[in-house]
């Protein structure tokens, strides 16, 4: 599992150098196209495809970082 | 020292306002029997005002902000709970928040090229960003032929295009687009509602800025004047207008650049204000009301957004106080131009069947209003114009520039803000100040 990974994603999309593995990414300012280009780049570094609705129920790293786990599987 | 100012929208106002305000002897020319130009009230119940033309702001539309404060108005929140309605392509789906039954790994490949291309606009000077010569010759459509490859990006772009910036992606710049997106603030702030450029509406309706700061200027404004030629020496200016020919020292043309491009100027103009190329705003904007905002009795948020026309999208843009429910419809980009082109009975009758499709439950509308900014004589389209391939190269480096005694104000003058309220505001602040450091005697003269 790549939480660390996910969680610089996360940063980087929403420009929050503050993000933990527990950070809510809708809760940080984080909307549905901010989103898509988290899903964007999970299929870029981690070869998964996500749905946006598999990122609402994973919306923070460490869980998003689990549903990339299960999927790559 | 007298200045004239032709235009009668935010950027002309807001211009006239801070010359009369330095002192300097002002009047304002404009072609329609009011003043607002690309903003515009619709009474739909007595007392309630719908926006028919600009509408939206956000906490970055600092200038417009301070004018709002300035003039007694205030604002409120675009209402967005509930879920969304979409009919893309043959599907028809009710989902939870915003975001549409479309590959999201897809759109998101879209937007991270839009925003690295975006990133790479020189706000300063559009003309002089990396490449620009590749990005202005091409079009939006042509672009996303060679850059989307799945087809909910390819579904998604045009709806995107006409939302953002009421652009046909076959007739616009991919410069264009790119200088559009950089200078609204990014994708995300351009279209989010809440902590985006959506976020609030201007109570009682945005026409209202300009009513004020019209009621300010008071006899400074003359109405139904539309001018035709512009002819300067080395002393003065003289502006012909219909029927009536004025002198002034200078002048700020505050209109749309289609517009301003069909006055006659002497000596004419070292570039053109608009091309062939150059292209009206595509956007029709519909309003329904209803005795209450029903919708959300159902759960609904009133956010629609259709593959198929005429209303491309609908968002709530009720009262605050719900005492009606409007719900605003636009029809944008290509559709926008098919669409004017029917006849009114036809544009109804399309309109309320889309409806009836979308939210089957609700009665019918008490008021049904339907504003043609593409066919709207004395603007041209609306938002803004829309630059076509190889406009920013030939337009771009004189739009702010002054030719002699004319100065140029309206939002298509503002790399910040482009297209905006915002950035008519900034441009008629700017129009103003180069006025007002220009001539000498503009502050002893009175």
Aim: aromatic content about 8%; proline content about 6%; charged content about 20%.
């Amino acid at each position: 599992m790549n939480v660390d990974g996910v969680t610089a994603l996360f940063a980087r999309v929403l420009d929050d150098p503050e993000v933990t593995a527990e950070s809510d990414f809708f809760g940080l300012g984080g909307d549905s196209l901010l989103a898509t280009r988290v899903l964007s780049a999970v299929a870029r570094e981690y070869g998964v495809e996500l749905t946006f609705d598999e990122f609402l129920l994973a919306p923070t790293p460490a869980t998003l970082a689990k549903t990339i786990a299960s999927a790559a599987r | 020292m007298r200045v004239l100012v032709v235009g009668a929208g935010l950027a002309g106002l807001t211009a006239a306002d801070d010359l009369a305000a330095a002192g300097v002897d002002t009047t304002v020319l404009e072609a329609r029997g009011r003043v607002g130009g690309r903003t515009h009230g619709i009474e739909v119940a007595p007392g309630v005002w719908a926006d028919a033309g600009a509408a939206y702001l956000g906490d970055r539309h600092t200038e417009l902000h301070k004018t709002l404060a300035e003039l007694g108005l205030s604002t409120h929140p675009t209402t967005m709970d509930g879920s969304s309605r979409f009919a893309l392509g043959s599907r028809d789906d009710t989902r939870d928040g915003r975001f549409p039954p479309l590959n999201a790994v897809a759109l998101g490949q879209m937007f991270d090229l839009l925003d690295e291309l975006t990133a790479t606009v020189r706000l300063d000077a559009p003309w002089l960003t990396p490449e620009a010569e590749r990005w202005d010759s091409l079009t939006a459509a042509q672009w996303a032929e060679q850059h989307l490859h799945h087809p909910d990006a390819r579904l998604f772009f045009p709806l995107f295009l006409g939302e953002m910036m009421a652009a046909d992606p076959a007739t616009v710049s991919m410069l264009h687009v790119a200088l559009y997106l950089r200078s609204g603030g990014g994708i995300s702030y351009l279209n989010a509602f809440e902590g985006g450029a959506q976020q609030d509406r201007v109570h009682g309706g945005a026409q209202q800025i300009c009513e004020r700061l019209a009621a300010r200027l008071g006899a400074r404004i003359r109405l139904n004047l539309p001018v035709r030629a512009i002819h300067q020496d080395a002393r003065a200016v003289t502006v012909h207008a219909d029927g009536e020919t004025f002198r002034c020292d200078a002048l700020v043309v505050a209109v749309p650049p289609l517009l301003a491009g069909a006055i006659d100027y002497r000596p004419g103009l070292p570039a053109p204000r608009a091309t062939e190329a150059t292209g009206r705003g595509c956007a029709v904007k519909v309003q329904l009301v209803y005795p209450t905002p029903q919708w959300r009795d159902r759960g609904l948020s009133g956010w629609s957004v259709s593959s198929t026309g005429p209303l491309l999208s609908t968002v709530d843009d009720s009262p605050p106080d719900g005492e009606v429910g409007v719900l605003t419809g636009f029809v944008t980009g290509a559709e926008a131009y098919r669409f004017a082109a029917l006849p009114a009975g036809a544009q109804r009758t399309q309109v309320l069947s889309q409806v009836a499709r979308l939210f089957p439950y609700l009665p019918a509308p008490i008021g049904l209003h339907i504003s043609d900014w593409v066919s709207e004589q004395y603007s041209r389209g609306c938002y803004a114009a829309v630059f076509g391939p190889h406009d920013w190269l030939r337009l771009g480096p004189r739009l702010a520039t002054a030719h002699g005694r004319v100065h140029w104000a309206g939002t298509e003058t503002s790399t910040e803000y482009f297209g905006l309220m915002e950035g008519a505001i900034r441009s008629g602040h700017r129009a103003a100040m180069e006025v007002l450091s220009s001539y000498e005697s503009v502050g002893r003269k009175r």
